[in-house]
């Protein structure tokens, strides 16, 4: 299984650039607080909705970003990691 860490501090994803990264996923968790937002495979319709949930408030992608297989998961959520198998 792949796993790719995005280090947001390094590498600056912004608008069309964090949106490629998500196209290609058939997953995105995204963690808000306590919230989990998921988007299977998302397409043109919730874009705007998962660029604002994933991007902070610089406009760069949230941290910490991870992509395990087809999943991205963004932001910080304990539950949520400890889901993941590395």
Do not use: H
């Amino acid at each position: 299984m792949i796993v790719q860490e995005v280090d947001a501090r390094k590498s600056v994803l912004q608008d069309e650039a964090a949106w490629k990264l998500f196209a290609q996923a058939q997953l995105v968790r995204v963690a808000k607080g306590k919230k989990v937002l998921e988007y299977v495979r998302p397409g043109e319709s919730v874009r705007d909705e998962l660029l604002a949930a994933a991007l902070g408030r610089t406009g760069n992608l949230r941290a910490p970003t991870l992509r395990q297989g087809t999943t991205c998961y963004v932001g910080y959520n304990e539950a949520l990691y400890e889901e993941l198998t590395v």
